[in-house]
């Protein structure tokens, strides 16, 4: 394998979670850089980042590289973005010259068209796109815990040496793989989150007790049918089967589930709204598909 540079920006819980076990494995020709800024930086710089299991329990793991500075970290093979997607423009332009021809962007984040707001900003990069599935938290800054399960990353898209990104990871013990239509996936997630985190918002009210009033659980299927027909007029390869399979996990969400949008209402800081409710809104105008739940529920989080 040729040497790769392999950069996280974003060291929360996903990215700390990704992060640390790629910094941990210690590869042979792998240089791990966490791009961190602050209190986060000064801590892993001092003391490591501590990433706690479900399956090892805690661990101490340094990096090649911890550095907000574009002149130490140098050329990136693989950027992985792990932060909100408020944050991703203003957080990609510092390490512009850190991307050349070859590099690769990978993002993790919450939303629809993130491949296209990278490229925003890094016009002739190749831009994967990226899914997670995992339980991860930062409890205090370097220390990130993931609990439960899954903990499973799909990833692809067009350029760049998925392959050789594939057996880092999975060298890593990371449950990586890349699935046969990256994009479905991406959508499979986002009808989920989408859904979930507009209803808890905009109720501001855990899941279970949105089920429990049969009006208020008849638009949270009422986005869920919007949201499909997006993705269905978008080209996505969206099955009925996959719409029921997401409303049945919606059922079986423990009732006090709540979602992080929910929780950013909650504190009163910045919010994904417009990446989990206005790109559906959004996109759907541009389709010539109705969005009226989502577009009354918007305009009412928009207000807060």
């Known amino acids: ?67 907000n500075d574009p002149a130490a970290i140098g050329a990136i093979d693989l950027l992985i973005c792990s932060v909100k997607g408020y ?28 491949a296209d707001k990278v490229r925003a900003v890094f016009p002739a990069v190749d831009v994967w ?47 990586a793989r890349i699935p046969a239509d990256i994009d479905l996936e991406v959508w499979r997630k986002f009808l989920f989150i989408s859904v979930m985190a507009t209803a808890t918002s905009f109720y501001n009210s855990a899941i279970g007790v949105i089920r429990d009033d049969a009006a208020k659980y008849a638009h949270v299927k009422a986005l869920l049918d919007e949201c499909y027909a997006v993705a269905l007029a978008n080209g996505i390869r969206v099955t009925e089967d996959v719409k029921a399979s997401v409303a049945q996990r919606i059922d079986k969400t423990a009732p006090a589930a709540t979602t992080s949008m929910y929780a950013d209402f909650q504190k009163g800081g910045h919010t994904e709204v417009e990446a989990l409710t206005g790109d559906v ?17 918007y305009r009412a989080l928009s207000a807060r």
């Open 1 to 67: 394998m040729k040497n790769m540079t392999i950069a996280i920006l974003g060291i929360g819980g996903v990215g700390g979670y990704i992060g640390g076990k790629l910094a941990g494995a210690r590869q042979p020709g792998v240089r791990t850089v966490f791009i961190a800024r602050g209190q986060t930086l000064d801590v892993i710089r001092q003391n490591g980042l501590k990433l706690i299991t479900e399956d090892e329990g805690p661990a101490i793991v340094h990096p090649d590289l911890v550095s």
């Open 87 to 114: 944050d991703l423009e203003e957080s990609l332009k510092p390490y512009a010259p850190c991307i050349t021809p070859q590099t690769v962007v990978l993002p993790f984040l919450n939303g629809i068209g993130i």
């Open 281 to 297: 809104v959004r996109l759907g105008q541009q389709l010539g598909v109705p969005t009226p739940v989502y577009a009354d529920m």
């Open 129 to 175: 796109e990226g899914v997670i599935y995992i339980a991860a938290r930062q409890l205090e800054k370097g220390v990130v815990q993931q609990t439960g399960a899954p903990k499973e990353i799909l990833f692809g898209g067009q350029g760049g040496d998925p392959r050789a990104a594939l057996d880092v990871f999975t060298r890593a013990g990371l449950d």
